[in-house]
């Protein structure tokens, strides 16, 4: 439908959200998507340009009379202010900017209004060459709207209202009885073609509904609904990428659990799968919106953080560390305490890739580990040496 690599801004004013999006419920990415579609492609766009600026130019030929010659500055001065904001909306499109789609949305319906307009000089003219040139042309767009703004269908159906509207009240002024099924046919038509649009705008919905929940099942953990390794190495391609092109730091954060094993083996994988939700919730609730967690394996989990400082990242480490590490209610009346080891890779001191940062922080998380229990290890020594000692000092 659009060039992925450019992302329209959705519309800001209340009518335009309105008319331009009929599917709130939609995930934003498909709302977004559908918002693209209504820029279409220059091509598509040029072909409309010529064909109504041509046909009025001709009439303008034929009767050179103010109500053509000002169809005809208007064709041009809403075309040519168009694509000017067209242009416009693609390079900020491209750059993930705000676009002008209210503006746009809105120069398509002055648009489809001048067309209409075209058609009731045409019909009151007296003259029927013109007539049947701006009659047909303005019914030719009007199929041309119904399928390139269907992803729209509110709007294809208030533009396409705009173009063939104003023939009725036009036929009423020309009194000729035989135009009076123009009455019968513009409300039929445009029925029809408003029909087509949401009709096409449903299956199409259904469509990218079916394929996102396919991307959102192949990128996230069944269990916890976080990212899961594919989803992860998006995540950190795309920051990577925004990074080398807008600058910023990034961290990722290996994190391992300590002692999950046993709570899993004491309680069983109920309770074990009750605890990989609770870590997951706490790790969402330690993050902020930019930044992504994932489940990567049973126990193991990363967190890829973006605009943080060597020293944030290090406040981060601890800050799920000690949310990590606090007690869990796994439900009847079974509590469970857990440690969690973390390894640090940090953009570009540690590499410039995915899986080198992978490699690194999994290193880090080794070590970190490794370090925990040697601890552990020197903290049993110890309280084995005061055992020792303990009894013969009370001798």
Request: neutral net charge; proline residues 4%; aromatic residues 6%.
């Amino acid at each position: 439908m659009r060039d992925d690599s450019r992302v329209y801004s959705m519309p800001r004013w209340a009518a335009m959200r309105w008319l331009a999006n009929p599917t709130p419920d939609a995930p934003v990415d498909i709302q977004l998507k559908l918002i693209g579609g209504l820029f279409g492609t220059l091509p598509v766009f040029a072909a409309g340009v010529i064909n109504t600026i041509a046909v009025a130019a001709v009439i303008v030929s034929r009767q050179p009379s103010p109500p053509f010659v000002i169809w005809l500055i208007l064709e041009v001065v809403i075309c040519g202010w168009r694509l000017a904001v067209l242009l416009i909306a693609r390079r900020a499109a491209s750059e993930r900017r705000e676009t002008p789609t209210d503006l746009y949305l809105s120069l398509g319906l002055l648009w489809s209004a001048s067309i209409g307009y075209g058609g009731f000089v045409s019909l009151t003219s007296g003259d029927w060459v013109v007539a049947t040139v701006a009659c047909s042309s303005a019914t030719a767009m009007v199929g041309g709207i119904c399928f390139r703004t269907f992803s729209a269908p509110r709007l294809a159906t208030a533009m396409m209202l705009l173009s063939l509207g104003p023939f009725a009240p036009a036929v009423i002024i020309v009194g000729e009885p035989p135009l009076y099924v123009v009455l019968l046919q513009v409300p039929l038509y445009l029925a029809a073609m408003s029909a087509a649009a949401f009709t096409i705008n449903k299956m199409l919905v259904a469509t990218m509904r079916g394929e996102w929940e396919n991307g959102q099942r192949a990128k996230h953990d069944a269990l916890t609904g976080l990212s899961n390794r594919v989803g992860l190495a998006a995540a950190v391609d795309a920051s990577l990428k925004s990074a080398s092109s807008h600058g910023g730091d990034l961290a990722v954060l290996f994190l391992d659990l300590d002692n999950f094993k046993a709570v899993n083996d004491t309680y069983g994988h109920a309770a074990g799968d009750r605890l990989l939700k609770l870590v997951a919730e706490r790790l969402r609730q330690s993050l902020r919106a930019t930044d992504v967690a994932a489940r990567i394996g049973g126990d193991e989990f990363v967190v890829l953080a973006k605009g943080l400082s060597k020293e944030q990242t290090t406040e981060l480490s601890q800050r799920l560390t000690n949310s990590i590490s606090a007690s869990y209610d796994l439900d009847d009346g079974v509590r469970a305490t857990i440690g969690v080891s973390v390894g640090v890779a940090l953009v570009p001191e540690h590499g410039a890739d995915a899986e080198a940062l992978l490699a690194v922080a999994d290193e880090a998380l080794y070590e970190a580990k490794a370090q925990r229990q040697v601890k552990l290890l020197h903290s049993r020594v110890r309280e084995d040496q005061f055992r020792r000692v303990a009894p013969a000092a009370g001798e």
